[in-house]
């Protein structure tokens, strides 16, 4: 009876015990304009690895939208056109992500806003393991103007003429 036990203990931890998946302290900076997209590279997956992806989510402090979505085949920084850097962009995060792929973030405002965009949480299965983890870089920091706002002077050049 005791052996099981412990078999049974053991296979419930294995099963909800996945690998943790890759984090780093790196935050982004996103600059975009309102009413265009911006999209910021979040996670790319090891190469010997294929998860299957049921829920992201973000957290958002501020006034943007933050939308996962994969990049099939690649992965990106920060860019407004992902489509040069990924095979294929699949609108919502959820599905098969496999080794090479990446999730990223797509950034909208309807007005100016600041927000800062916290690291992904994906709940996933990996083979019979499943579980939800932290994932990816830290935060993304996100500037939204207006489209015929100049940019910001570099502190040195600020008042010149």
Do not use: Q
């Not at 989510?57 to 979505?69: I, N, R, S, W």
């Not at 962009?89 to 090479?100: C, I, M, P, R, S």
């Not at 993304?140 to 207006?146: C, G, K, L, R």
């Amino acid at each position: 009876m005791l052996a099981v036990l412990v078999a049974g203990g053991w296979t419930a931890w294995y099963v909800l015990t996945p690998e943790d998946l890759p984090v780093t302290a790196r935050t982004a900076e996103a600059t975009g304009v309102v009413g265009t997209p911006v999209y910021v590279g979040m996670l790319t997956l090891d190469a010997d690895r294929t998860l299957h992806v049921s829920e992201v989510e973000v957290a958002v402090d501020g006034d943007v939208v933050a939308e996962p979505v994969l990049c099939r085949g690649g992965s990106v920084g920060v860019t407004t056109a992902p489509e040069g850097y990924c095979t294929h962009v699949t609108d919502g995060a959820t599905g098969e992500l496999d080794a090479g792929d990446s999730v990223m973030l797509r950034i909208t405002a309807t007005e100016p806003a600041e927000a800062t965009v916290g690291r992904l949480e994906l709940t996933f299965r990996e083979g019979i393991r499943w579980g939800t983890r932290e994932a990816g870089i830290a935060a993304v920091n996100v500037v939204i103007v207006e489209r015929d706002t100049p940019p910001p002077l570099p502190p040195d050049e600020e008042g010149a003429p």
